[in-house]
């Protein structure tokens, strides 16, 4: 089992800055690729960013390209999602993913855990 606990969301302005944490315990979390979604009220689930276990491989949805930049410190167990320039339409629950192999997948049935989630509001 992984155990994973997001942090760092809030209310921002348009075009300002934030920068999600996820926590990661219980397994080796190098074992791991990592991806962090995000879902809107009414809105289905949705690929935002995901790495690989080293941290050398990354892949980002195009609504965030150029944007948001994810990263990982496999010596603190920990996933971040720098999110930069950030526009209304960014307002979710932002969720981290564990998968069980060491390639980045986009696709949410690919993640074995989920964290609770970190809400981000951006007014405009």
């Known amino acids: 089992q992984v155990q994973l606990v997001e942090s760092g969301g809030g209310l921002v302005q348009a075009g300002g800055s934030l920068r999600l944490s996820c926590a990661a315990s219980?397994?080796?979390?190098?074992?791991?690729?990592m991806g962090w979604f995000r879902q809107a009220p009414g809105k289905e689930r949705e690929f935002v960013a995901t790495?690989?276990?080293?941290?050398?491989?990354?892949y980002y949805a195009d609504s965030v390209k150029g944007r948001f930049t994810i990263s990982r410190d496999n010596a603190k167990n920990t996933v971040y999602l720098q999110m930069n320039s950030l526009r209304p339409e960014d307002t979710a629950r932002y969720y981290c993913?564990?998968?069980?192999?060491?390639?980045?997948?986009?696709?949410?049935?690919?993640?074995?855990?989920w964290g609770q989630g970190t809400q981000v509001t951006v007014s405009s």
């Open positions: 993913a564990a998968r069980s192999g060491r390639t980045y997948q986009y696709t949410s049935r690919a993640y074995d855990y």
């Open positions: 219980g397994r080796t979390f190098a074992n791991y690729a």
């Open positions: 790495i690989n276990w080293s941290g050398v491989s990354t």
